[in-house]
């Protein structure tokens, strides 16, 4: 058995599955492409479903372990927390922009997988989030929003670039998976945080000076 038949697996999955959709790529498309019979997938993968949720559960394993790391340094501050978190996050799309893509349209449908990654993973990453968003409230960081509607916005800015990457590539001419993306968006959703999150001057005793 070729010895990195199961990565060369994931990687054609993840090209296929971004290029055609899921419904749209089958085993024998991905055997092909990897370069290895359809056995082979049925003995790493089962299926092309136990193929899909390898790669589901592979992105948000490694998504939620940046947000735990980052966590970590919550006590230096949740805005220099919540800045580190978003660095990290969109580091880790950029380079992984073709799974992140895929995996985030199809978290738009209603399956088994979807539900087991909301139940999980997505309830992880709220939990985190709004962990920060409380501290920062308290500590006088951050003006007094709704954590929900944060989560909103954060997700948004998160997300969309690799969502809507013929959007972005066609109409927009800018490229996710490029550096100066990362470069130029992380100063973008730092921004967010400094303007929209946090007060103008410093707080003294819950009064902004300005």
């Not at 390898?54 to 006590?75: G, P, V």
């Not at 139940?119 to 006088?140: A, D």
């Not at 690799?162 to 490029?178: A, D, G, S």
Request: charged share 25%.
């Amino acid at each position: 058995m070729k010895k990195n038949a199961k990565e060369a697996i994931v990687n054609a999955a993840i090209s296929l599955f971004n290029s055609n959709g899921y419904s749209g790529t089958s085993v024998r498309d991905i055997a092909n492409l990897a370069k290895v019979n359809t056995a082979t997938i049925a003995y790493y993968f089962n299926n092309k479903p136990g193929l899909l949720e390898y790669c589901f559960l592979h992105f948000f394993e490694q998504y939620i372990n940046k947000i735990e790391e980052a966590y970590l340094s919550i006590d230096r501050g949740a805005k220099e927390c919540l800045k580190r978190i978003i660095a990290d996050l969109l580091h880790y799309q950029c380079e992984n922009s073709q799974l992140a893509s895929f995996v985030y349209r199809e978290m738009s449908m209603d399956s088994q997988v979807v539900r087991e990654i909301m139940s999980t993973y997505s309830l992880k990453e709220k939990y985190y989030l709004q962990k920060i968003f409380e501290r920062g409230f308290e500590w006088q960081e951050f003006r007094p929003h709704s954590i929900p509607y944060l989560i909103i916005q954060l997700k948004s800015l998160l997300m969309m670039p690799f969502m809507n990457t013929q959007y972005m590539r066609e109409v927009l001419y800018i490229f996710p998976n490029e550096p100066f993306f990362e470069q130029k968006y992380l100063k973008d959703l730092h921004a967010w945080i400094d303007k929209t999150l946090c007060f103008e001057g410093p707080i003294m005793k819950g009064v902004v000076i300005k």
